[in-house]
């Protein structure tokens, strides 16, 4: 009967971008996400960090693209977004974890 065709292709994963993802709160934010279902994409600004993202979100049943990326540096990050879409085809949620720290020594 038409209208009631099923299809046998997988429903595809969301997918979650998580800045910030080698510190404790974007790490963890990225590990709830892959436990809720989703593909996670991680970013950090450090590289070492990123290893263990990666193994947690992968742990948590995720597939995890990490990426290097300054998100204090706009050209980077349009980078890196146009990246990730090309690797995971879109973004779902985004989560801005990533903090940025301005110390102003002029008053010390």
Known sequence: MPGNETSDAPTPRPVALVTGAGGTIGRATAVELAA???????TDLNRSDLAPAQAAVEAAGGNCRPYVCDVTNPGLVAATVAEVFADAGRVDVLVNSAGIVHVDHSST
Do not use: I, L, R
């Open 36 to 42: 809720s279902g989703f593909d996670v994409c991680v």
